[in-house]
């Protein structure tokens, strides 16, 4: 199997042996210890000061972003949300089901955040600012410099969904003034789906504080107190947690966020030279190092990303895009891929010409 989906990725033989192992008990200082150790080292890959504290919660990406929003926001806040996709909607569908008032900046799929459409929201009775930095759904990245610029003119508190896009783009919470980082095990960092960090700034620390959690799983307070002592309410992925630890470590001993970024968007930007042979297009001029979203020209009849699965072993993810008829897949450069991997998915897709499949 070789996987380009946008998640769960390839992960690396250490992490998948770590898998294998007997799940140990946590309520000891030794997990306490390891615990403690991947709330620091996230603090460092994500440019965080000493006062913001992380929460490793055990649910997929979604439980950290319903977590956020029902523990940072409460019912006297406006939250403007960007919405150019499934994740943005998915942020405004949390705001209305917890009761949180919001407004939808909306973003044709795929296309790029611009300062004019931002500008129209200056000066407005904002509380805070919502965005998927990367919206996987189309691989578009938002300018994180542009947003962060935005929220400190209007005293927005900033919310980043990085899921898919932490260790893939820049990103630094004191530099960037962000708030609040969502991220999750299953993406960039190359673990099994099941952990969700959520990592707050002071100013997000004292929102959790004051605000009344209506749910005891996801109460972030809680699990701010227990984190304390490095422990967490109830039973958390206790193996995944092992798994991020070491995926953490290896990091920081490869040189830090910097160095995965750049292999990322390396392995991204010999992607997007080598696809050009191919009848089909990269539109978004604002892609995530994360992912390659590409439209073919014309019409297929035949479903690409099914045959590449069923007759070649290789995974990648489609895409809707409800006002083009061309057809779409993305290709995520997370994960233990290398530039030889991109050329088997290559050599795929010139078999598949040669068939005559497209
Ligand atoms: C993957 C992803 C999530 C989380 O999705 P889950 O399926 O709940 O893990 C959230 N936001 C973005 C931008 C994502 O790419």
């Known amino acids: 199997m070789l996987n380009f989906a946008l998640g769960p990725v390839m992960s690396s033989d250490l992490i998948i042996e770590i898998g294998a192992q007997q799940t140990p008990y946590f309520r000891t200082p030794e997990f306490s210890q390891v615990t403690l150790e991947n709330e620091r080292l996230m603090k460092e890959l994500l440019g965080a000061d000493e006062k913001s504290r992380v929460i490793f919660l055990t649910g997929s990406g979604t439980a950290g972003m319903e977590a956020t929003v029902m523990n940072v926001f409460n019912k006297d806040d406006n939250v403007l949300v960007v919405n150019g996709g499934g994740f943005g909607q998915r942020f405004v569908d949390l705001c209305e089901l917890h009761e949180i008032p919001c407004e939808s900046l909306d973003i044709q799929f795929g296309h790029c955040l611009t300062q ?39 005293n927005l508190l900033l919310v980043v969904d990085a899921v898919s896009s932490f260790l893939a783009d820049p990103l630094n919470m004191v530099e960037q003034n962000v708030d609040v980082v969502i991220t999750g095990s299953q993406k960039a960092l190359a673990c099994p789906p099941g952990i969700s960090i959520i990592t707050l700034s002071e100013a997000a620390i004292k929102r959790v504080e004051s605000t009344k959690c209506k749910s005891m799983y996801f109460d972030l307070n809680d699990m701010l107190i227990n984190g304390i002592r ?14 991020i630890n070491a995926r953490l470590n290896q990091l920081k001993d490869d040189g830090g966020i910097d160095t995965e970024i750049k292999r990322i968007s390396d392995l991204a930007n010999d992607f997007r030279a080598k696809i050009k042979e191919f009848p089909f297009e990269i539109k978004c001029p604002c892609l995530s190092n994360a992912v390659t979203t590409v439209h073919s020209n014309e019409i297929i009849e035949t479903n ?55």
């Open 230 to 243: 490095g422990q967490t309410p109830y039973t958390p992925a206790i193996t995944i947690l092992l798994q």
């Open 304 to 358: 690409l990303v099914e045959v590449l699965k069923n007759e070649y072993d290789i995974w990648v993810s489609t895409a809707r895009d409800d006002l083009s008829k061309s057809m779409i897949f993305r290709v995520g450069h997370m994960g233990d891929l290398t530039p030889e991997d991109n050329d088997k998915l290559i050599d795929a897709l010139r078999d598949m010409q040669k068939r005559g499949l497209f």
């Open 116 to 154: 004019e459409m931002l500008d129209e929201y200056n000066n407005k009775e904002f509380t805070a600012f919502l965005v998927n930095i990367c919206e996987t759904s189309s691989g578009v990245y938002y300018d994180l410099d542009m947003i962060s610029k935005f929220c400190k003119e209007n």
